[in-house]
């Protein structure tokens, strides 16, 4: 390949509405330019790394065993609405009339239409398992498409769909795929880490996510020091407390006049942040109900979601406060509400003595508090975020990472097989509703993960399999010297039959421009054929990881770059 | 690969719905599955297939110098009004609106945005010319979606768009990429023609479409024996006539009381058709012209609509036409209009004398009619199909056959640069607005033409490019025969160390069953593993398109296969 013959673009300017520094970079070395909001179209060099990404994906589905399909796009709002996710998918599902008025939607993910499929290829328990997965296109309508292809509406996306007959089986292909997943990153050279997630939206059984570390990562991510375990902040849990010491003081009734928040009323009593209890007032379908955490815990909204009752809750308004608590916000607490209400104490929560709640009067907090003393034996529940210095379960401490989601697979179960119903006769010829996998890798925000993790204030640093080129051959002066320019191409034929994926820039620019673009893009390496180095029998070679640049001879630049 | 791990599933029905032979074959042998009007799930088997299309497409494109891009299948719609296109392009553009009100369509082909990402990529000569290709889903809101993917909603198009500076430029692309288009349908193995085209809706200078010969084909092709001269029947001319004769007889009226067509009107005067002429009234924006040709001829809408004047022309209603002409169909004439009107003669029509045409009075006609002396000389155009034993221009015969469309080139010019304002700096330093070429391929569309070229009754007959496999293996009882699988085994390794895309059939079927699949699913090279066979030292072999097998020692085979 000779750059003089792809269509290299890079630009100096950093466009002012990209914060990230992927979306900065991308934009600058030219990969992807916007058509309209959260809508990229991806040049020669952008695509040549997606590409690079899609084709490990495709390699390792198809070594686990996955075999290649595809969905169209446009797919009917009926099949959406057959499982209930027309409703439930909101406003990300961009939805589409055609000519005769007839509903359709740009898929965002697939379950519907691969048990739709499934349904209509599979009939016999023989033919399973199967796992189908395709690398296509997808559309969410993102509310803030923002970050360029980070969250882009339009994106690449490997999705694939697993079929069984009994639970065991299903298990046995998740546990598959996350091996098959774990390849895709190592081959990738990202550092990533697979934890244990919340399903959310997509619902099931059983999910893990992966995710590439990132500083600018949008999800904390909980590790534990005493083992592999790792958990998306939604889904992360600390050892339970220890025991509930017993109740040495009294109840008493403190004036905090301007003190609203556990931190003021922490430090006017000299008390440690642990000691208060926040109380959280919220509205379920089934009425009011004060959640509690520890003053120095915040809420986990995902697992107080999930308590008995409080599916789909919200925050109680300033009326719903004065009616049930006969307080404002600010001194809110469990004891003496104007009306009976729910108490729902978080496990650390329920372990204290003697702490300070709000006393539901404006200006009041009460102290010494206790359970079984002054209040009832709490509702208890985790219900908070894990927090960096937690004990774990293991024994160990939770370190708190961040994290770019890149990849989730998840135990559905039979829900969307059920709704479709989509059956096979199993061994005794009877129709069993099929158990489904689901396991997808967001193959373009990969792209941008990978450069959040790995650049510097040249450019880029892309992992060797991702990089454009591994190595690009940059010649000096390649229209006033023949000699030079044979020589380069010469090399880049040696380094091709080598096995590598190398590039000659010949595009004639001023050796400074030619190496801050190569620095930009991200090249792995960099060898400069030019006359001193000619009449010197040397190439001058610099890894995008090196301060310097060598000299080297030909046998040495060829044994370096194959090893 | 072990067709036991890959999902096969032909089936024996052929749904009612399909009237195509493609559209039958792809769904018994599984390729395709509907999930609703024009919209296609390609399986496994299908897509390998695509692939392999896809995969000579882009190779070829590569090696003609063009570089791969990816815009959005999601275009605002701000992009398409600004060449106009919006309104133009009609209910075939799916149309959308965002969360947030905002218009974008499904892109059914992208020179609008491909001109958008020029304008901000390209702003030298200097880095022109460059041509970038995309391969990517397509939609189209065809009005009646049938014939499987040959004519579906959602399809896979290679789509490609030229820059330049000058025009000289834009025509050495277009013939590369004509080199280009010639050496894609050769390798994939397909009996093809190179046709002038109109350019139709997308519009410019010259263009011309690929077609796959086929008898089910949707557009008459019209070639000439005495040279390479091949044209779409909208486009293609055939020579001009020769010099009219001198006028013989005297004008006189005829009475044809129930003679409503050419034919019945010559049958009845006892003269040839070619005698005759068809006058079709139509209404211009200038209001009503009377065009002519020969009764034996068909007027061409295509060429009609190119005259000077009658763009956009419709045909005129009974009423218009009794105000112009003063009669009533069946009896229309150039002679004795009830108002002056303007008359369009084919070229055919000109050189006639002692013609017949309508008498513009219910049961009569006018024979005898010589121009010059009669009428005065007309407006002449070439306005008629071609016909099968016309004359060439260059001397040979016009032979018609039937193809299907599956590539077509255009040279845009500047309209669509000019519109977007895409210009570069050119030699002096001054925006000019930049030529376009555009190149298009019908990717998923090619599948289905092989098929309607290459099949019999037992099923489809890949040509070796396209095939899933080029040999599949047979096993005959697998399970129970443990030296035959090994055998097996042994034989596929060594005929994919030979560089075959070879597969095992080690499903465990019937022979018959086993046998009729690989017939059905096109397979170009069978080869069976027996009990017998082992014994024997043989293989017996068979080739999609012998009628007898044949058994071969593995020497021979593979001798035969490598061959």
Redo the contacts between chains.
């Keep these: 390949m000779r750059l003089s013959?792809?269509?290299l673009?890079t630009t100096k300017e950093t466009p002012s509405d990209a914060e990230l520094t992927s979306h900065r970079l991308m934009l600058r070395a030219?990969m992807i330019?916007k058509?309209?909001?959260g809508?990229?179209?991806?040049?020669?060099l952008g695509?040549?790394v997606?590409?690079k990404v899609e084709r490990i994906v495709r390699e390792e589905m198809e070594r686990a065993?996955a075999?290649?399909?595809?969905?169209?796009?446009?797919?009917?709002k009926e099949?959406w609405e057959s499982t209930g996710r027309w409703e439930k998918f909101g406003?990300?599902l961009?939805k589409?009339k055609?000519?005769k008025e007839?509903v359709?939607c740009?898929s965002p993910t697939a379950e519907e239409?691969a048990a739709?499929?499934a349904r209509?290829?599979l009939s016999s328990y023989k033919?399973l398992p199967?796992n189908?997965f395709q690398i296509?296109?997808k559309?969410r309508?993102e509310?803030r498409p923002r970050f360029g292809v980070m969250r882009a509406?339009?994106f690449l996306m490997k999705d694939a769909y697993s079929f069984h007959l009994h639970d065991d089986c299903l298990v046995r292909e998740y546990e598959n795929m996350k091996a098959a997943y774990s390849r895709i990153f190592t081959r990738l050279g990202l550092d990533f880490r697979m934890v244990q997630a919340d399903s959310g939206a997509i619902g099931g059984d059983a999910s893990q996510e992966f995710h590439v570390i990132a500083e600018s990562g949008e999800d904390a991510l909980v590790f534990s020091t005493g083992s592999d375990y790792a958990a998306n902040m939604e889904a992360a849990i600390a050892a339970a407390p220890g025991e509930r010491p017993a109740a040495s003081e009294a109840q008493r009734k403190v004036e905090t006049p301007t003190q609203k928040t556990c931190e003021a009323v922490a430090a006017l009593l000299g008390l440690g942040l642990e000691r208060t209890v926040k109380s959280i007032a919220i509205m379920s379908t089934d009425g009011f109900v004060l959640a509690l955490v520890r003053g120095d815990h915040e809420v986990n909204e995902i697992k107080l979601g999930k308590v008995a009752g409080l599916q789909g809750y919200r925050m109680a308004s300033e009326a719903e406060i004065a009616t049930h608590l006969g307080s404002e916000p600010g001194f809110l607490g469990p004891l003496n509400p104007a009306q009976p209400i729910r108490i729902v104490a978080d496990r650390d929560v329920a372990a204290l003595a003697d702490f300070v709640v709000g006393a539901n009067e404006a200006g009041f907090h009460i102290a010494g508090v206790n359970w079984g003393r002054d209040l009832p034996e709490p509702e208890v529940a985790d219900i908070r975020n894990a927090k960096e210095g937690d004990r774990a379960a293991d024994g160990g401490e939770l370190k708190i990472a961040r994290g770019i989601e890149v990849g989730h697979v998840f135990q559905l179960g039979r829900q969307y097989a059920q709704a479709l119903k989509a059956t096979v006769l199993d061994e005794n010829g009877k129709a069993a509703v099929m158990a489904m996998g689901c396991y997808g890798i967001g193959i373009s925000r990969i792209v941008a993960a990978a450069i959040e993790q790995n650049h510097d204030e040249a450019g880029i640093i892309w992992p060797a399999a991702m990089a454009p080129w591994q190595v690009v051959v940059c010649v000096i002066n390649p229209k006033q010297d023949e000699a030079v320019a044979t020589a380069a191409a010469e090399l880049l034929a040696q380094l091709q039959a080598a096995g590598l994926d190398a590039a000659l820039d010949d595009r004639g620019l001023r050796p400074g421009q030619m190496f801050a673009d190569m620095e930009l893009i991200g090249v792995p390496h960099r060898v400069v054929v030019s006359e001193r180095g000619l009449a010197a029998g040397t190439y001058e070679y610099r890894s995008r990881s090196a301060s310097e640049a060598e000299s080297l001879d030909r046998d040495a630049l060829l044994g370096r770059l194959a090893g």
């Design positions: 013959q792809f269509h673009h030219g330019r058509l309209a909001s809508l990229y179209t991806w040049s020669p695509l040549r997606l590409r065993g075999v290649e399909f595809q969905i169209p796009t446009i797919q009917p099949l406003p990300q961009l589409i055609d000519r007839q359709f740009y239409a739709d499929f209509q290829e033919q199967v189908f296509q296109t559309f309508d509310i509406r339009e």
